[in-house]
């Protein structure tokens, strides 16, 4: 099993920026790629980006490319999503997730965060 906890989520406004920690315990995260997404009411959630600790790949939707960076720190077992630029679209609430493959698909994640919510104001 592994526990996931989501933080940093907050008020910001347009142009600013905000960094969410996913930080893990239970099983080691580091054989996990982790997933970050959001979702806003009425809507599916949606693909943020994804990075797998070990072959250093990181990817990212193309809503946020250029603007959110992910990292990670496996001394601290944490995933962090760096937000910059922040657009009142980019309102959601934030969700990590670990799973076995780098995909975009939400459904095939195991084990996920409760959310963070994140407002940009206009």
């Known amino acids: 099993q592994v526990q996931l906890v989501e933080s940093g989520g907050g008020l910001v406004q347009a142009g600013g920026s905000l960094r969410l920690s996913c930080a893990a315990s239970g099983r080691t995260f580091s054989n996990y790629k982790t997933g970050w997404f959001r979702q806003v009411p009425g809507k599916e959630r949606e693909f943020v980006g994804v990075?797998?600790?070990?072959?250093?790949?990181?990817s990212y939707a193309d809503s946020v490319k250029g603007r959110f960076t992910i990292s990670s720190d496996k001394a601290k077992n944490t995933v962090y999503l760096q937000m910059d630029s922040l657009k009142p679209e980019d309102t959601a609430v934030y969700y990590c997730?670990?799973?076995?493959?780098?995909?975009?698909?939400?459904?095939?994640?195991?084990?996920w965060g409760q959310g963070t919510q994140v407002t940009v104001s206009s």
């Open positions: 997730a670990a799973g076995n493959l780098a995909t975009t698909n939400s459904a095939l994640y195991v084990y």
């Open positions: 990075i797998s600790w070990s072959g250093g790949l990181v």
